[in-house]
């Protein structure tokens, strides 16, 4: 496991710093989850500027006890995923601009419903723009157990599903690798960005 721990702890520290850069990050908010095997996962240290992670700030941990002391305070919500999707190999959570601000607005929809876009051929193994992908928004909640729970329950009708919004908070999304899972976050910015100008326009 040790030479699996290293292995993820470089992809981690690596895509903190390709998500910093692009702002996706600010101050010390989001977490990164690397999967180790069937039963073991790495997670990002509670409280570092995600941007300026080192290996020591990568924590292994199993997935069916409960997050180790330092661990991210939204661990539960990376291990959940762990547990209910066995492909899912990365889990990666930002708190951009547009991911708190859209989430915050349509809250109330409960969804955020993402319709016509050729960048949504990005996501998962969609393969036409002439789709809609429903991306679930959960109320936020400071109580992170009982909001991992939510988002489970929710996410077993959705196995398709490939990220949700928090509201006023930011987006969790996960991959079959860390390349698909930086991959989504990207385009997921991106197709919220679009989301979020045309409701300027249409104002
Ligand atoms: C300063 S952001 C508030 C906490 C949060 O939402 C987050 O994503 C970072 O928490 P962590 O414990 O993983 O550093
Ligand atoms: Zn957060």
Redesign the pocket.
């Known amino acids: 496991m040790a030479t699996a721990l290293a292995e993820a702890a470089r992809e981690i520290v690596q895509v903190g710093q390709f998500l910093s850069l692009r702002n996706f ?1 600010p ?5 990164f989850s690397r999967r180790l095997d069937a039963r073991h996962a790495a997670v ?5 500027d ?1 941007g300026e992670l080192t290996e020591a700030d990568i924590l292994a941990l199993d997935i069916l006890a409960p997050p180790p002391p330092g ?5 539960h919500l990376h291990l959940h995923l762990y547990r209910d999707r066995p492909h899912v190999q990365a889990v990666l ?1 930002t ?1 951009s601009m547009v991911s708190a601000l859209l989430s915050q607005l349509r809250q109330a929809e409960r969804e955020l419903r993402l319709t016509g876009y050729e960048l949504l051929k990005a996501l998962g193994d969609n393969r036409t723009h002439e789709t809609t992908i429903s991306i679930p928004i959960f109320p936020n909640d400071q109580d992170i157990p009982r909001l991992a729970a939510r988002v489970s329950e929710d996410l077993a009708k959705r196995p398709d599903t490939v990220a949700y919004l928090i509201a006023g ?2 987006l969790y999304t996960w991959g079959r690798s860390m390349a698909e899972a930086r991959r989504h976050t990207v385009a997921l910015e991106h197709l919220l960005t679009y989301e979020l100008e045309t409701m300027k326009v249409r104002r």
């Not at 101050?27 to 977490?31: D, M």
């Not at 661990?71 to 661990?75: G, K, L, N, Q, Y």
């Open positions: 990050v101050a010390t908010s989001g977490n990002t240290r509670s409280g570092v995600k661990s991210s305070a939204e661990t959570h708190h908070h930011g």
